[in-house]
Each structure stands twice: as C-alpha cells, then as structure tokens.
C-alpha cells in the first residue's frame, strides 16, 4: 500500500505557484520523498525526490518537514502545460534477487489542472 | 536521464491469445520494473527484473500469467499471457539505478493494450 496521502484534485491559476500537499506520517529515517507526474496517456516523469532537506531543481521544489512527516511540492509559475496527475511517493527499500533496490508504489495521486 | 522506448505502443489483441511486449534502455541499468495502469486507475507494480536473477514478482501477480526476460541491462521483455478483457492497461516499462542516477527511477511511454 501507497504510504502516503495527497488531496485529490486542486485548481492553480496559469502563472501562480501551485503548491501540492503530501502526508507521510509513517515514512521511516531512510526513506526518500518522490514526485512524479503523468500528462494524460504519458509515461510517469520524475520531477524531484528528497530525504530531509529541502530540494530544487528546474523543474519544482520539494520541502519537508522537520519530522518529515509530509511534504509540499512547488511549481513556482504553474502553466497549462503543467495540467497533469502529480503523484507523492515514498521510496522503500527491498531486498531480494540477490540485491536491495528502491520501490515506488504509486497512489491515486493530486488531479493538478492549470487554468487560464 | 534515461531513454526508454517500448514496442510495441499500442495493440489490439483477441482473448486467449498472448502478447510481449518490449522494453528497450539507451544505457545499462541495474533494475528493470514492469507496470500496469488499469483505465482511470494508477499504476501498480508487477515485477522487478534484476539481470542475471529471476524476476521478483508483487502479490497477484504470477510468472505464468507475466514471465519476464531480462537478458542484459539495456532490454527487458514482459509477456501477457492467456489474455483477457481484464487485462485491457497501459503496461509501463521502468528503470533505475547507474552511475549517473542512481536514486532516480525513468518510466517508458507505455503499451496500450486492448483485449477483446
């Protein structure tokens, strides 16, 4: 199960920064924050992933709580383009196959629209 | 980033009948992950491919049904078998894990499959 909960729809003004909200209460000390959208019939894009500092990129910026216990992700100019399902993932580790590597399970994400 | 390319991008098939699909990589990664996204749902896990080891299947999910190829670190195949109407999703090939990005993981574009 996804370990975290995200509103299910939220509107932004073309322009203005969108901020998405993410709660992950249970997310453990070694445990990375993702985000990631998907435009309509698109493949998932990675936007952005953090552990406990604050992050930018090109893209957005993801701050985190001192307890780490949620998130929020800023499109600082939110344009239509933007206009996409923005999903909050918390990474966890699995080991088996010989190896231990990352796990992403996706919820139902943040129906993101940008509009005019 | 990685360049992921799927064939092929969308199908039509009949039930009962099986489909592979394809998942090709512009660089060696370590981990190779197969998705399905049902209509209006999002995505869930069905395997992770790890070159050199059998793939590590998520519950409800079965070799049988999914087998899966992973014969080097640029390509992977996942197999539809028996196919029915229930089986009508986008598959997504994703991959993570190489000297440039190691904590990110990059998705396909997705096959389109309808079963009828």
């Known amino acids: 199960d996804a370990k975290t909960t995200q509103p299910p729809s939220m509107d932004c003004a073309e322009g203005r920064a969108a901020n998405l909200p993410c709660n992950h209460s249970?997310?453990?000390?070694?445990?990375?924050v993702y985000w990631y959208r998907q435009i309509h019939s698109q493949g998932p894009q990675y936007i952005i992933h953090?552990?406990?500092n604050n992050e930018t990129n090109e893209m957005a910026s993801l701050i985190i709580t001192e307890d780490r216990k949620s998130s929020t992700l800023i499109l600082p100019h939110a344009t239509l383009r933007d206009t996409a399902v923005y999903y909050c993932i918390v990474r966890t580790t699995v080991v088996g196959g010989g190896t231990s590597y990352g796990k992403l399970t996706f919820g139902q994400g943040t129906i993101l629209t940008v509009h005019p | 980033s990685a360049v992921i390319s799927q064939k092929p991008s969308r199908d039509i098939c009949q039930r009962g009948t099986s489909l592979t699909i394809q998942c090709q990589v512009d660089?060696?990664?370590?981990?190779m992950f197969w998705y399905r996204q049902q209509p209006g749902q999002s995505l869930t896990l069905i395997a992770t491919a790890n070159q050199g080891s059998e793939a590590t299947y998520e519950s409800g999910f079965v070799i049988d049904k999914f087998p899966i190829s992973r014969p080097n670190l640029t390509f992977s195949t996942l197999t539809v078998s028996n196919m029915s109407p229930e089986d009508s999703s986008i598959y997504l090939c994703?991959?993570?894990?190489?000297?440039?990005?190691?904590?990110?993981?990059?998705f396909g574009p997705g096959t389109r499959l309808t079963v009828t």
């Open positions: 953090g552990l406990k």
């Open positions: 994703s991959v993570a894990g190489t000297a440039s990005f190691s904590y990110e993981q990059y």
């Open positions: 660089s060696q990664v370590t981990m």
């Open positions: 249970t997310i453990s000390g070694n445990e990375y």
